[in-house]
Structure formats: structure tokens, C-alpha cells
């Protein structure tokens, strides 16, 4: 599976953006989809998760209520909302899949950078 994430960009805090992580190669219907960010100095961190049927949805303490994931397995496609962007949410996003859990990703894509301004 190839995944390509875009939808990064500058946004003022407060503000929204909504990213999206294409995959080809393979259907994702059988994969839990993820999206993971790295700060600068800092540790990747896992963001949200979703199950292969949709029905499990997991997120980071810190964007609960504030992000949504989403996802259309019929496009292949993963996609992120984010709300109420924070200058903290500044990173380089990474869209993942796992069919065994996020402590073992069998596939990453290259990142898509959220930069937020105070």
C-alpha cells in the first residue's frame, strides 16, 4: 500500500484544515487507518485511529472534540478534520496503516506539514 497525505498547510489558530491520505496500490478496507505527527524535537505521537469497519475510532487526549477522522474505503482515502487548530498542533502529519495494531505499522505515508500561527 502507498499512502500520499496532503491538505498541510499555514492556518492562523482557531482556524481549520482537513487532510486527506490517498492510498493505491491495495485496497485499506482490511487495515486500520491512523494518522500520527512529529514536532520538531519531539516523538512521533499517535493522533487518531480508525478501525477497518469504521466502527472503532480512537484519538489523542489533546484533540478529542476537536479532530474528526473519518473514512470512504469505497475511495481508498482517509481523511482528517481538523478544528479549532492550536499552535501545539504544528507538525509534520502522517497518515498509517496496521492490520495488527499501531505498535506495528505495516505501512506509513510521507507527511503533510500543519503549521499553526498565534
Known amino acids: 500500500v502507498q499512502l500520499q497525505a496532503s491538505g498541510g498547510g499555514l492556518v492562523q489558530a482557531g482556524g481549520s484544515l482537513r487532510l486527506s491520505c490517498a492510498a493505491s496500490?491495495?485496497?485499506?478496507?482490511?487495515?486500520?487507518m491512523g494518522w500520527f505527527r512529529q514536532a520538531p524535537g519531539k516523538e512521533r505521537e499517535f493522533v487518531a485511529g480508525?478501525?477497518?469497519?469504521?466502527?472503532?475510532?480512537y484519538y489523542l487526549d489533546s484533540v478529542q472534540g476537536r479532530f474528526i477522522i473519518s473514512r470512504d474505503n469505497a475511495g481508498n482515502t482517509v481523511y482528517l478534520q481538523m478544528n479549532s487548530l492550536q499552535p501545539e498542533d504544528t507538525a509534520v502529519y502522517l497518515c498509517?496503516?496496521?492490520?495488527?495494531?499501531?505498535?506495528?505499522?505495516?505501512?506509513w505515508g510521507k507527511g503533510t506539514l500543519v503549521t499553526v500561527s498565534s
Open positions: 480508525i478501525s477497518s469497519n469504521g466502527r472503532a475510532i
Open positions: 496500490g491495495r485496497t485499506i478496507n482490511t487495515y486500520h
Open positions: 498509517a496503516a496496521t492490520q495488527l495494531g499501531w505498535s506495528s505499522v505495516d505501512y
